[in-house]
Every structure is written in structure tokens, then in C-alpha cells.
């Protein structure tokens, strides 16, 4: 699992008979001191995550199958919305 931000959304009319009806979204990888990284993805949204948002990604083909209850191709799904978190015993909160 790693961290990102939410940085847009994907819209598409066709697509994958597994992606119908799942929302995608656009996140940019966070480094250890929570800065944008500048490198971005699609991820599957099952935690309903909005643009802004910080959460945690799963890096991993086999979760997406698992989390969407379904066969599909992907790889990175957003499982989880942060609130805050404490890191060396500073919390940093991001709703």
C-alpha cells in the first residue's frame, strides 16, 4: 500500500466490460514528507474518494479483483480515505 493524493477524475464511454459501472480516478504518489511526487495513475475508487482527498492506494492486481468483486484488469485501487495519521509521533491531518 502506498500513499497518494486524488488529483482528477477519468470519465469514459467504452471501456472493459470489468470496468462498467466503477469509478476511476487520477492520483499523484506522495514521498515520506506527504509532497506531491509529480508521478500520477488510474486507480479503481471503492472508498469514494474526491479530488483533494489523500488516501491509500493498493498496488496490486489481485486486490482490485478482490475489493470490486469481480475479474477485471487493473492494478491500483483506492481502498481507503485518511483522515490523519502520526508519523515519529506528529500527526498530520488532511480532513
Do not use: P
Request: proline share 0%; net charge negative.
Amino acid at each position: 500500500m502506498k500513499l497518494a493524493r486524488v488529483v482528477g477524475n477519468v470519465v469514459s464511454t467504452i471501456k472493459d466490460v470489468g470496468f462498467q459501472g466503477q469509478k476511476l480516478m487520477i492520483i499523484d504518489w506522495l514521498d515520506e514528507a506527504g509532497n506531491l511526487t509529480g508521478n500520477q495513475a488510474i486507480a479503481f475508487d471503492v472508498a469514494d474518494a474526491g479530488i483533494g482527498d489523500t488516501v491509500v492506494a493498493v498496488c496490486d492486481g489481485g486486490a482490485a479483483n478482490i475489493l470490486l468483486g469481480r475479474h477485471c484488469i487493473g492494478d491500483i485501487t483506492i481502498c481507503g480515505v485518511i483522515d490523519h495519521l502520526t508519523i515519529d509521533g506528529e500527526i498530520r491531518e488532511y480532513h
